[in-house]
DNA sequence: AAGCCTGTGGAAAGCGCTTTCCCATGCGGT
DNA sequence: ACCGCATGGGAAAGCGCTTTCCACAGGCTT
């Protein structure tokens, strides 16, 4: 005897409006739907059926089934982007860039943060990779955590194999294509530059030490000082989170430890929004009895006061750049490494040290 | 005579790591490989089989496949964010808000970007609807424009038929919960502040006047004044665009034709920071010659110098309680309405009028 | 000792779509 | 006039997963 089954698969089965629903009022098959609503798949079809299931689907108000297309096709249309914080300027005008050409390749966006956990940063990844996203950019920068690299790369590597691309924002230590923001050269010419003006006792409001971004941009700081016979002290570099009231802190600590610096070097703008903030309640101006500098050159920054000279970096063309590399191009395939310059901007913050 | 199809499905069948292969390697059927792996569905499964399960899954580097998940699920594990610019600060805390809920409950989030276009918004609507979200959060201001209601009305219907929620920050006119912020009575508490500084001659330096957010707010001033015997004038409005240049430029403008104003309230902070700007360049001081009031209390406004006195809005928390709304609530269902009200946070941008 | 739950495992029917193959046309070439 | 041969349309086999229904053990009641 046989029972009817009722419904194995899940699903409400409410009325629903399916492409088969489509083709059914049309009159046509469900083959021929399918390639009128949806990319014909490289064939024709005549124009009266064409415009007949144009019709149907309108009046019977048909949206076509994302995942279930997904499901056929293997590869959505989703791209995913992960960043440290949403609320984080930096990261919002690259997210802006990227969007511009998700947009453009009629892509949607899942965007995901971390909040710097490399954890975090992993498990995201793997689920974008769950989700089938076509390719995902990696805004924030790498971990200095050493388990990280190896672990990052595993998913890379499964992810690609599974037809995903992957673009970073920094280079990470794997094997994928990158923008590389000139975090190293910039820093370096922002602490030459206060070395023109005199400047001898320079202290750095630094990032967490575990972003790459960070080893970077301190790395510049370093280099360029020793390359003018002079050494960034350990004293002088005081830790802060890259936010602005961590720069604020920061800086009231380094003034207590160390009253005689002249320049301060923020490693991003907000901390240095933070540093202009500690100075002020300090009664130290700027510049006359220290100089600041931030970087990023967020949109605020020249709103600061004095307004801030800071190290530029084109934050929406790198999301756009990053984005772009996956998405244009073929996977045939060896990582490419786009450098995207920075430049010093100089505003009202600096000014010659005090003798 | 039977001959042997290849594979009418598309996708590449490149050795995946699928649930089957999961199951097979663990030598349990695919039923119970599902029951393991992804939710239970109510059902236990005795700890060896679990274990082994988990094992072959570790092996293979099995990855689900969300959309095949979805499909059968007739739900996605995604959520919709519609804002009009992610780069806009008053959008990325809406959107860091709405992320954290999304976290919580494991959820991904799809962002799409609008530029006030209600094309964009209806277009982006429609396609979340596609990937069949879960819920959409709406959190740019709706618009004036009339038809526009009617057709996001129709779309809002639509996919809850289809199991979807929508949430709404501000009220657009259609029947969806919402989360209210306080436009009207945090505009009306700016102007009657400046009122009670003696201020007679007030400006507005207004947003786009197709957006929900602006008319709210302008009616709140105009209300306050005329509350107080005075009235706005339209020549004392000046429409820009919500960006800092655009504040800047509709200022420089303002001055020019209503040099007597002492007072300019500007409905956003991004746009007061332009007006700022203007000031500055015009030699007018502030706000010993004119005051300035803006709207959102972003994270920068009290960098801004003077320090900005503006109307603030908690965003996160809008984010926060907008998606909380529809996603930890039974749809049972009647819309609700949260209001959250804005605040004065004063500081020194403001001041008694010259006489 | 017979009857019954209760607890676990498996088979299989879809979810809605894409795409391959095949078939019926209508057409021009020789 | 006959034979291809494009051309456009349809049938149907999956894509990878969830979930229903059934089967079968054991451990309990009565």
Redo the contacts between chains.
């Keep these: 005897m046989v029972k009817a089954r009722s419904r194995p698969?899940?699903?409400?089965t409410?009325g629903?409006v399916t492409l088969s629903s489509v083709a059914e009022r049309a009159g046509v098959s469900l083959a021929t739907a399918s390639r009128v609503l949806h990319g014909s798949g490289g064939r024709a079809v005549g124009d009266a059926l064409r415009a007949r299931v144009f019709a149907a689907a309108q009046q019977l108000?048909y949206?076509?089934?994302?995942?279930?297309?997904?499901?056929?096709?293997?590869s959505?249309s989703?791209v995913g982007l992960v960043v440290h914080?949403?609320?984080d300027?930096y990261f919002?005008?690259i997210?802006?860039g990227a969007?511009r050409v998700a947009?453009a390749h009629d892509l949607?966006?899942?965007?995901?943060?971390t909040f710097r956990d490399p954890e975090l940063e992993l498990e995201y990844l793997?689920?974008?990779?769950?989700?089938?996203a076509r390719a995902v950019l990696l805004a924030g920068s790498g971990f200095t955590d050493p388990g990280y690299t190896s672990r990052l790369a595993a998913q890379i590597e499964?992810f690609e194999r599974?037809?995903g691309r992957v673009a970073l924002v920094g280079q990470h230590g794997v094997p994928a294509d990158a923008v590389l923001p000139g975090h190293r050269e910039g820093a370096a010419e922002a602490a030459r530059y206060l070395w023109e003006l005199g400047h001898r006792r320079i202290a750095v409001v630094c990032g967490p030490r575990a972003l790459e971004t960070v080893a970077h941009r301190l790395d510049g700081i370093r280099e360029a000082l020793r390359g003018l016979g002079a050494d960034l002290a350990e004293r002088d570099v005081v830790e802060a989170d890259f936010t602005?009231s961590g720069g604020r802190t920061a800086t009231l600590e380094l003034l207590r430890r160390n009253p005689g610096v002249t320049a301060i070097l923020a490693l991003n703008d907000l901390m240095a929004?933070g540093a202009?903030?500690a100075l002020r309640e300090e009664r130290r101006a700027v510049p006359a009895e220290v100089s600041v500098i931030g970087f990023d050159d967020l949109?605020?920054a020249a709103?600061?006061?004095p307004a801030l000279t800071t190290v530029r970096l084109p934050l929406?063309e790198i999301g756009e750049r990053a984005l772009r590399l996956i998405l244009e191009e073929e996977p045939g395939y060896a990582p490419r490494a786009v450098p995207v310059p920075a430049t010093l901007v100089m505003r009202a913050s600096t000014g010659p040290a005090p003798r």
Tied chains: 1, 2.
């Design positions: 698969g899940a699903a409400a409410t629903a108000g949206v076509s089934n994302g995942p279930a297309q997904a499901l056929a096709r293997a959505s989703v914080d949403v609320a300027p919002s005008a997210a802006a969007m947009r949607m966006v899942m965007v995901a943060a793997a689920r974008l990779r769950a989700q089938r499964g599974q037809g602005r929004a202009l903030a949109p605020q709103d600061l006061h929406e």
